[in-house]
């Protein structure tokens, strides 16, 4: 136990350990602040008109489309209509029709708007004899979370491995390694020590972000338990390896970029391309899968595929464990020897 409460206060003291630890919460508290904001304000026309130029009765009928702002001068209308971060559409009054102005820059809605805007005008009695069907305006991320929240979550769930990998990095370099192969300590009382430190901070990142993102039934939210509790066990492990196999902080650092870069990857695309049948069991070599794959489920109400995911974890476990404690033990014959 001492030694383990040495790996945990060496952790609290590592302000890269504790970055990962507190990035998904960060994320999954922005995706949620983000869902509540309106950001159809952004696909709004605004237009910019001179003061006394217009009659009101042609203002009103252009705030029926998006907001009117009045400037004072040529000047300053042109220049609101060159700002690059504005999409800004300028309207004069031509005789008895409009004429417009853009920057050229403007997604092609707003160019497509202001080619249009004038003969709208022109036809501005008979459009209102037509009648108009508003339709309720879609959440522009509503379709993005269901893919977002899983990827926080894995990256959360997944964390463990850059725990593990670093601290064992970090003893190789101070010489504490050597230390390690000569105590009298098992493979099994090795891997618990290590362990343990990235599981649990893992595992409690990964629950903060399912409690701010989720709103889960106790039976689901039991699943979604047993899938953190798995996947953490799975990353700390793998870190084991990483630092087992890297020589110096570099080659770690690499190491651990090109997991996490499967780790996320390959969930992601099997999901947005809709992978099944072989595709789908090779893909479950990548322990994220079955993590991301079980979230996704979850969140569908689909309690069957999730059990299954929760399965394919604990394969996941007992193989990487296995290993892991067999080539622990052939190397420490090797030193012993």
């Known amino acids: 136990m001492r030694g383990l409460k040495y790996q945990i206060k060496s952790v609290l003291q590592d302000k890269f350990c504790l970055m990962t630890f507190l990035l998904p919460i960060l994320v999954a508290v922005a995706l949620n602040f983000m869902g509540s904001i309106d950001l159809s304000s952004l696909g709004e026309m605004h237009f910019g008109v001179l003061e006394s130029d217009l009659s009101p009765q042609t203002i009103t009928w252009l705030e029926r489309y998006g907001p009117v702002t009045a400037y004072g001068t040529q000047e300053e209308l042109t220049a609101a209509i060159w700002e690059p971060s504005t999409n800004v559409i300028g309207v004069r009054a031509d005789g008895d029709s409009l004429r417009t102005a853009i920057a050229g820059d403007e997604l092609d809605i707003f160019q497509q708007a202001a080619a249009t805007l004038p003969a709208l005008y022109e036809q501005r009695v008979e ?95 039991g699943l979604l338990l047993a899938l953190i509790v798995l996947s953490s066990f799975v990353a700390a492990l793998i870190g084991l390896f990483i630092g087992k196999l890297s020589e110096g902080l570099m080659i770690g650092v690499v190491y651990i970029k090109i997991v996490m870069l499967l780790f996320l990857a390959v969930p992601i695309l099997c999901g947005l391309i809709g992978a099944s049948g072989p595709l789908a069991v090779i893909c479950n070599i990548v322990p994220s899968h079955p993590a991301f794959d079980g979230i996704m489920a ?3 109400g689909n309690m069957g595929t999730a059990v299954k995911d929760v399965g394919i974890l604990a394969v996941h476990c007992i193989v990487w464990f296995a290993l892991y404690v067999l080539i622990s033990a052939n190397h420490k014959m090797q030193v012993t020897l």
């Open 127 to 221: 459009a209102e004899l037509v009648k108009v069907l508003t339709l309720e305006r879609p959440d522009i991320l509503e379709s993005f979370q269901d893919i977002f929240i899983p990827a926080v979550l894995i990256v959360a769930m997944f964390m463990g491995c850059t725990f593990n990998a670093m601290n064992i990095i970090s003893e190789k370099e101070d010489g504490v390694a050597f230390i390690n192969e000569i105590l009298p300590m098992t493979p099994s009382q090795y891997i618990f020590q290590k362990v343990v430190v990235g599981f649990l901070f893992g595992s409690l990142s990964s629950i903060v972000t399912a409690c701010i993102c989720f709103r889960l039934s106790w039976q689901n939210f």
């Open 298 to 300: 979850l969140s569908a």
